[in-house]
């Protein structure tokens, strides 16, 4: 029995109205746009979170940039890349270059000759020593003393017996003897001049 295809339909305006034809449903739009639009975003979003994490990692990287390097430790008691126990050798003071002229004064008792008549003198014993490669001239008039006081005394010439020698010294060479000034004085320094223009030494009386 064949299929009976009924034509199309007529839609009703009326009595005594032809029928029109009723337009066809629009077709339903299928979810395949839908889920390749919300695709499209996931892979916009994925890129977005993958550029703040480099950008994170990056300015990290910039503050470790600006700093420097971090040296080795040094070993205490020496420079770097020097072994422990190395000491560096130890300078001995350089020695001090001695005077031209050195003289010592100490006091000593007064020991009369038959020239002081009974008066009273003070003596010092002093040393020259010459340590210059010049000639030194000593001679009892090339000193004099200062008391205590401030006051200064000349020599007095054969008062004491052990009076100091006129000599000339050579390099290395020392005389010991002794000037007596007149009066009872307490002896606080001598100086010596080397010639009568030449330079002064001065030592305090021990």
């Not at 032809?18 to 449903?25: C, F, G, H, V």
């Not at 339903?28 to 975003?41: E, H, M, R």
């Not at 002081?116 to 004099?144: C, I, Q």
Request: net charge negative; glycine share 14%; proline share 10%.
């Amino acid at each position: 029995m064949a299929q009976h295809n009924p034509g199309p339909q007529y839609q009703q305006w009326g009595p005594g109205r032809p029928q029109q034809p009723m337009p066809p449903a629009p077709p339903k739009k299928s979810g395949a746009g839908k889920i390749i639009g919300f695709g499209c975003l996931g892979v916009v979003a994925f890129f977005v979170v993958i550029g703040v994490i480099g950008a994170a990692l990056g300015a990290g990287g910039d503050e470790n940039a600006g700093k420097p390097p971090a040296s080795a430790p040094k070993e205490p008691g020496g420079e770097e890349g020097k072994g422990k126990g190395e000491e560096k050798p130890r300078e001995e003071p350089e020695e001090e270059a001695p005077a031209p002229i050195r003289i010592t004064a100490e006091t000593t008792d007064f020991r009369p000759t038959i020239l002081t008549n009974g008066e009273e003198h003070t003596s010092v014993l002093v040393t020259v020593v010459n340590n210059s490669a010049e000639k030194v001239d000593v001679n009892p008039l090339y000193f004099d003393v200062t008391a205590a006081d401030g006051s200064k005394y000349d020599v007095e010439l054969a008062a004491d017996e052990r009076q100091i020698d006129t000599v000339e010294l050579a390099k290395g060479e020392k005389v010991t003897g002794t000037v007596t000034v007149k009066g009872k004085v307490e002896p606080k320094t001598v100086t010596f001049t080397n010639g009568l223009f030449g330079d002064s030494v001065r030592a305090d009386v021990g």
